[in-house]
Each structure stands twice: as C-alpha cells, then as structure tokens.
C-alpha cells in the first residue's frame, strides 16, 4: 500500500495531537489511568475544592465548575418543566419493577436533556448536572414520619427492589458508563424525627440495623448505584457522616466502589449540633478518615488543606477521597467530546413530551389504592349518572397531586380537571372547595352535591401538611405528623356531606403515609387513597371511577388504627412495627388493595418441603380472573419464621403483578433464594440461616392465607 505524503502528514499530526493530549482527557484510556493521572497533575488547594458539591472550576486543566446536587424523586426536581410521576410511595404501591425502571429512564433522559440545554448556555448552577440524590430507601417504620411519602415503604424487601428498577432505569446499561449517577439515601437508621434530626441519636440494636436498616442499601450497593448519601443524625452515638465502622461496611464489606456524600450541612452538624467534634477541620479529617468523598457543604473545601497542615490526615487520603468522584464525572463523559455522547441528541423535545406525559398516567393508575367499594358502587355505570360533583379541599389543590421533590409543567390535570376531561359533554360536572383547613362548623358544596347522581370528595393531607423539616411549614410537629388524624374540618365536612346526601358519595384521600381512613369511612361509600398521584393524577382518577380502568395499586406500608397502638417515634427499635413485628389488629394490612374483578388462586405448590441455604425455594400457583373485567392482580409470597425471639413474624420474600382478561387464567413461579431467609446473630456477630420449621403463604396481602405451604430448613 502507497501513502502520499499529504496523508502522511496527517496521520502524523493526529498522532502528535494525541501524544499532546492529557491522560485524563484520552478517551480512550481506562478510566482508573485518566483519574490517577489528573490526581497527580492537581496541588493539594485544587483537590480540596473538588470536594466539595460546588465544585470549583481549575481553569488551568480546563475542568469546569459543577454542582453536584440534583433531586429526581418521582422525576427531574426544582428544574423547570418536567414529568411529574407519582410520589415515590406511590410507585411502590404500583409493586410493578417494570414500569419503576421505564419511569428512572425517562427521568434520565430529560436529565440530560436539561443538561445538555444547560451546558449550551453556559449554565452550570444548581439542578442542572448528572448527579442525582435520588433514591430515599429509608424503611418508612412510624407513620408519623414526614418524609415517609419520599420512600418506597416499611418493607426491606420491597423498598430494594422497587429502589434497584429505579437505579437501574436511571443508569442506563451501557457498561462503564452512567446515563445519570443515582444516590441511595439516607444512610442510614434514619426516618425522624425530622425536627432533631440535626443531633438526633438513633440507638439500633445489631439485629436491627442489619436485618432492617442495612438490608435496601446493601441490595443498591451490590447493584451498583453509583453514589450513597450519608444521614444527619447519629447512630449509636456516632454521627453518620464520621462513621467509620459503618461505612466501613459500604465499602469494605460490600466492596462500594462509588462516591459517598453527604446530607446537605450534615457535615457541619458534626461538630455545631452533635458536638462530636470541636473543630471543622477535626470533622473534614473524621469524614475523610471515615469515607466521604463528598461534602454537601463548605467544610471539606475550607478546612481539608488544614487537616492535612495538623497531620489529622494525609494528602494521600484527600486523594483517595478525590478518585471515586473523578470516576463518577468520568463514567457520566465529563472530559469526553460531547459530540460522542450517546446522549447527544437529547434536547427540548426529550422532555415532558407525550409518551413520558402517557407513562405519568400509566403510574398514577397503578398507583392509587381502592380501600372500600360498599355494594359495588364503583366502577359508575355507564348511564347511571348525568352529574358528578367534584368537591373538597384537595379537589383542585396543586399541592396534593405533585407531592415534594417536584418539577413544574403546564400540563398538569387536577381531580376537577379530570372528571371535566373524561366525561361525556352532555355530563353536568360541578366544583365546590367545600371546606376550609380549620373551621369544622362552615362548608360548601352540600346543596350542589345533593343534587348530583355521583359526589367524588376529595380530601386528606397535602405536602405541607407532612413531609421534611422546613418544607411542610403547616406540619404540627417540624415535618412529622403527632397522629394519624386527617384535618378535623375534613373529617367534619365528611360527616355534613353524608347527612345532606343521599346518593352515592366517593371519597378520595391524598396522602403520603398512613391516615385514620376509619374516621371517614362511614361517610363514604368507597375510598381510593390517591397518594400524591403526579400531574396525571386527575385523568387517572376519572378513568378508575368511570371503570375505564380497574384499581391496582397495593398498600406498601401498615394503615394502624392509632399511634398509641406503636412505640414512641423516636424508638428505632422494630419490635412491634410494621407487619413484620406487629401482631395486632389493623385498619388495612401491608400488601392491600381490591380490585373491581375477582381473582381465584389455586392452592400454591412447593417443589420440595426441606432447604439448605444453596438452595432456591420455587412455589407455583394458578391465577384466574374469575370476574367480567380485565385487571391487574399482585401476587404476594410471605415467609413466616420460625417462633425464635427477633425474628419476624413474616415478610415478603417474592411478588409479581399480573395482568388477566376477564376468564384469564396463568401460571404463576415465584421463587425465593433460601440464603434470604438468612438473619442477624448477636451473638456470632453475622447473618445466619436459622434452622426449624417455615410457612409460605401466598395471597393478596400480608393477612391473606389464600394458600399456605410449610417447609424445613435443617441445621
């Protein structure tokens, strides 16, 4: 072969262009060398302001400024317009992993989309970048905690589940790189209170902590999400974000290769609130020292250079510190040519568009949570109703459908708007606010509904009303909730609309936790729990009432009948709740939810009644839609242990949501790894496969015995 010498020059200039250019902006290089190489090239002031999540700009190796706080809960947050799904225990409530991972793509992509906007206006601020806090798997064990709507629910099991299809749809699956990096939150033992959070000691037995507390974020760790968030409040008398023998477990126990970062200001709580330390440089060089690499504030930037200068820590441990931040940015193509993302092509009309717009709906369908259905008053019958009204204080609230940690659209369909929208135009649709937030003695509404054929009440709490510390300024208790009380004017106003009408009267309660549905329910013909359902949440709404569609959502979480029946708030020990430990009566069990069609299940089969911990327990039964509507069934297996003191009564070991025709019938295989069954030893100090005598029962919550089967596992 004949080179000219024009293409000879050529290829020589490309090859001197690349032996010019940096290690770490070779593309083409493992991303362990560019890190290594950049490390080596930065003094010790530069690396410091790396360090912190408003990361500096070192214009002299053209590394841009970066913030790294990014919210994306139920979608892209406090970043303009953007799809607004369900609250996150909303989409728990869906039990469905395939829709949670194709909501965590699309939230992904109009990430990037904002991002890449973002970087061609020069914007690099807040909110607009690749990293992303986002998800909470706290165990929501009290009720009373605020910012219990922020997660996936009481249940370990379900929380790592519906937390991974979220990590993995936001992720992306290209190997060694990351569509957008995902955060696990809040590490750990943490759900309230909220208004000590700041110095709250959370004392946790070892059982505990690893069979409840550890169990989601080792599940997400060993996953893969990229990041881990540390809490703001102590654990057995250490904080969090100091935490050596803690996060010890992250990255030497689970081998996290990620960034830990943490809370915002949770560092300065260290030593102003907790007082564990004296000094910022003394809590820089703990949290070093620890394994944080990230400091949502200002006290690694100002005060790691002088925790190195009082030997309290070395240059090499700020970086060791540094590397798995620099990886992450890596992995994201931050030092790449933007023209060879995969990614590129994501712009304007990436975002809020209307497949993402459909898939808001889908969620919030599949969310919302049918509790009563007195005589089968819903679905309405077609021709059984010429006027609906629609009314209460939370009918047309923004508030109650977008929940907290929300974007912004123009687009959103409040409960009024979608009974407007989905009915027929000869349908006479009326709104009346009915109540106000305190007064319990004046109401609207009453007269009109009166003469209406159907009245759709639209009542409950609202993200100001619970939710984090400072956010829900209506809050009785800094964010948290004392009772599981709805509003008093609410409850009232019930009362007065069931004595002044006589038709049909549907209630529908937006929450984020579990709320007293008994102190309503004999005004009520039937009850959805609607959640915070997204900016869909009206048109989903009608399409459930009009039967359209039928109700799917399942309870991940315990409805009590009174705090009194629980520990007090802030006891973090399980004993006595949620349905793994609490043996008492309840309003609605963990798992509930009905249905406007019946299932039929056939007695489960075991494939054999005695296990070893290698072993995978399969259990099989048939499903049949034994009604005259398609609907969506979600079928539950539980483990109960056997009666050893700290084990739990039972819990959730495998589900699966199922979808039948009318007359359907399927074939269901659940199957359980026996090493789940594994427990914490205090007294060995690991988990353990506890031998004796097991039950499996499987139905459509966690008090459904529609079919038991019992097995052993030997020593």
Known sequence: MKFTAAAMLVAGTQFCMAQDKPTYLNANLPAEVRADDLIKKLTLTEKALLLGYRSKAIDRLNIPAYNWWNEGLHGVARAGEATIFPQAIGLAATFNLKLVTEIGDVISTEARAKNNLAIRRGDRGMYVGLTYWSPNINIFRDPRWGRGQETYGEDPYL??????????????????????????????????????????????????????????????????VSSVMTAYNSVNGVPNSVNKDLLNIVKKDWGFKGYIVTDCGALDDVFATHKYVKT???????????????????????????????????????????????????????????????????????????????????????????????????????????????????????????????????????????????????????????????????FGGIWGAGNADVTVAVIGLTPVDEGEAGDAFLSVAGGDKKTLALPASHVAFMKALRKGV?????????????????????????????????????????????????????????????????????????????????????????????????????????????????????????????????????????????AIDGLPVKELKAFKRETLAAGESSDITLTIPVSELKKWDPAQKKAKLYPGKYTIKVGENSRDNKSVGEFTIGK
């Open 502 to 642: 006589k038709k049909p009267i549907i209630a529908v309660v937006t929450a984020g936790s579990d709320v007293d549905i008994a102190s309503i329910a004999p005004y009520a013909d039937a009850i959805i729990l609607a959640w915070y359902p997204g900016e869909q949440g009206g048109n989903a709404l009608a399409d459930i009432v009009l039967g359209k569609v039928s109700p799917s959502g399942r309870l991940p979480l315990t409805f009590y009948n009174s705090v009194n029946d629980l520990p007090a708030f802030d006891n973090y020990g399980m004993k006595g709740r949620t349905y793994r430990y609490f043996k008492g009566q309840v309003q609605y069990p963990f798992g509930y939810g009905l249905s406007y069609t019946t299932f039929d299940y056939e007695p489960a089969q075991l494939t054999k009644t005695k296990y070893k911990e290698t072993d995978s327990l399969t259990v099989t039964c048939k499903l049949t839609n034994k009604g005259s509507m398609k609907g969506d069934d979600v079928i539950q297996a539980y483990v109960e242990y056997p």
């Open 159 to 224: 929380t790592s589940q519906i937390g991974m299809a979220y990590v993995n749809g936001m992720q992306g699956n290209i190997p060694g790189k990351l569509k957008i990096s995902a955060t696990a939150k809040h590490f750990v033992a943490h759900s309230g209170p909220e208004n000590t959070r700041d110095y709250f000691n959370s004392i946790v037995s070892d059982r505990d902590l690893h069979d409840t507390y550890l169990y989601a974020f080792n599940k997400l760790v060993k996953g893969g």
């Open 280 to 442: 910022p440089a003394e809590a820089a060089a703990g949290a070093i020292k620890a394994g944080i690499n990230l400091d949502c504030s200002a006290v690694l930037q100002s005060d790691v250079v002088k925790a190195v200068e009082q030997k309290l820590i070395t240059e090499k441990d700020v970086d060791a510190a540094l590397k798995p931040l620099l990886l992450t940015q890596l992995k994201l193509g931050f030092f790449d040519n933007p023209d060879t993302s995969p990614y590129k092509n994501y712009l304007a009309d990436s975002i809020h568009n209307q497949p993402h717009v459909d898939l808001a709906k889908q969620a919030a369908l599949q969310s919302m949570v049918l509790l009563k259905n007195d005589n089968n008053v819903l679905p309405l019958k077609n021709n059984s109703y010429n006027s609906i009204m629609v009314v209460g204080p939370n009918a047309a609230s923004l508030d109650a459908i977008v929940g907290s940690y929300h974007g912004v659209n123009s687009r959103m369909v409040n409960f009024v708007e979608g009974f407007s929208a989905n009915v027929d135009k000869g349908t006479r649709v009326e709104y009346d606010l009915g109540a106000g937030q305190c007064d319990t003695t004046h």
